[in-house]
């Protein structure tokens, strides 16, 4: 069974960084290697919202409210992308999803990890 595990979550304040991270222990090396990675978020009473993603060569997208502020990143190797999370606002608050989405079409989401950003 394919899993994926956020962690990295956090209160901060606003300004301040956190570094999520997403770890898929059980995937194939080859198949995480294919995968395009994203990262999503939702806030309360909005729906769920795509942050960045990251294809399987390294091509980044961001949305265009944190670009210049978040930065997505992946070892494939460890099977586990990342994101860095610089100048947080408090309209960063939400739970935030990791995304895979495999050369087949296959989808897995992980639990989700929560941040806070207190202004």
């Known amino acids: 069974q394919v899993q994926l595990v956020e962690s990295g979550g956090g209160l901060v304040q606003a300004g301040g960084s956190l570094r999520l991270s997403c770890k898929a222990p059980?995937?194939?090396?080859?198949?995480?290697?294919?995968?395009?990675m994203e990262w999503y978020r939702q806030a309360p009473g909005k729906q769920r919202e795509l942050v960045a993603g990251i294809t399987s060569d390294g091509v980044a997208k961001y949305a265009d409210s944190v670009k210049g502020r978040f930065t997505i990143s992946r070892d494939n190797g460890k099977r586990t992308v990342g994101l860095q999370m610089n100048s947080l606002k408090p309209e960063d608050t939400a739970v935030y999803y990791c995304?895979?989405?495999?050369?087949?079409?296959?989808?897995?989401w992980g639990l989700g990890t929560q941040v806070t950003v207190s202004s």
């Open positions: 995304h895979a989405v495999t050369i087949t079409a296959q989808n897995y």
């Open positions: 059980r995937m194939i090396l080859s198949v995480f290697s294919g995968n395009e």
